[in-house]
C-alpha cells in the first residue's frame, strides 16, 4: 500500500467543502488505510480526507504519535460525517498543518468541544475532548468545510504569510 499525496496551499482543492459519506465500503476502508500510512510517514497528527484529494467529510487522527510512544501500539481513530455539538472555554495556541509545511502561527480554537460522528464501521460516536485534541478536531473539520488555518489569522499576519509564501515561491523557481 503507497502513501498519499498530501495537497499543498495553495491547492484550490483546499478550499472547498466536502459532502457527507455516504457508502462505507472496501474503497472508503482502502483510502483510510491509505491516509493512515500517509499521517506516519509525515508525522502528523491528524488528517483530513481533501487534504489528500479525496472530497469527503471525514478525517483520521492518531495522538499516539504526538505522545512519542516507545510500543508500537497506535491509536487509529477514524471520524465521518464529523460535527461539533458543544463548544467551550478558549485557547490560543501554536497551530501547523501539513498541508502548509514549516508554517505555525498562534490560533484561538475553543478549549474543550463535543463532537459526534460516525466510526469506520459506520457506528455512532461522542467523544469529549479538550486542549490539542479539542484543537486537532476543529483543524480538520475547518479542512471538511474548505476552510484553512490562515483564515483564524489577523488580516495583518495572513498578509504577512502571503509576501514570505510568494517569495519562498519566487526564490524556489530560480533554482
Same mark, same amino acid.
Given at each position: 500500500?503507497?502513501?498519499? /499525496? +498530501? ?13 457527507? !459519506? +455516504? ?12 491516509? &493512515?500510512?500517509?499521517?506516519? @510517514? ?9 487534504? @489528500? ?18 510500543? #508500537?501500539? *497506535?491509536?487509529?481513530? !477514524? ?6 455539538? /458543544?463548544?467551550?472555554? /478558549? ?15 498562534? +490560533?484561538?480554537?475553543?478549549?474543550? !468541544?463535543?463532537?459526534?460522528? =460516525? ?19 476543529? #483543524?480538520?473539520?475547518? *479542512? ?5 488555518? =490562515?483564515? #483564524? ?11 514570505? &509564501? ?7 523557481? =530560480?533554482?
Amino acid at each position: 500500500m503507497s502513501e498519499l /499525496e +498530501i495537497l499543498k496551499y495553495p491547492n484550490r482543492q483546499l478550499t472547498k467543502p466536502c459532502p457527507p !459519506v +455516504i457508502n462505507i465500503d472496501g474503497r472508503l476502508q482502502g483510502q483510510i488505510d491509505q491516509m &493512515f500510512k500517509t499521517l506516519y @510517514v509525515s508525522q502528523g497528527l491528524g488528517l483530513a480526507a481533501p487534504q @489528500v484529494g479525496c472530497l469527503q467529510s471525514f478525517f483520521i487522527y492518531d495522538l499516539g504519535l504526538q505522545e512519542k510512544k516507545t510500543s #508500537h501500539a *497506535h491509536e487509529r481513530i !477514524v471520524v465521518l460525517n464529523p460535527e461539533i455539538v /458543544e463548544m467551550e472555554g /478558549e485557547e490560543i495556541a501554536d497551530e501547523g498543518c501539513l498541508s502548509i509545511p514549516g508554517y505555525f502561527e498562534k +490560533i484561538n480554537r475553543a478549549y474543550r !468541544v463535543l463532537m459526534k460522528g =460516525l466510526d469506520r464501521e459506520g457506528k455512532e460516536i461522542r467523544i469529549e475532548a479538550e486542549g490539542l485534541t479539542a484543537r486537532l478536531f476543529q #483543524h480538520e473539520i475547518d *479542512h471538511l468545510k474548505g476552510v484553512l488555518m =490562515l483564515s #483564524h489569522l489577523s488580516r495583518l499576519k495572513r498578509d504577512m504569510f502571503l509576501r514570505k &509564501f510568494k517569495k519562498q515561491k519566487k526564490q524556489a523557481a =530560480l533554482k
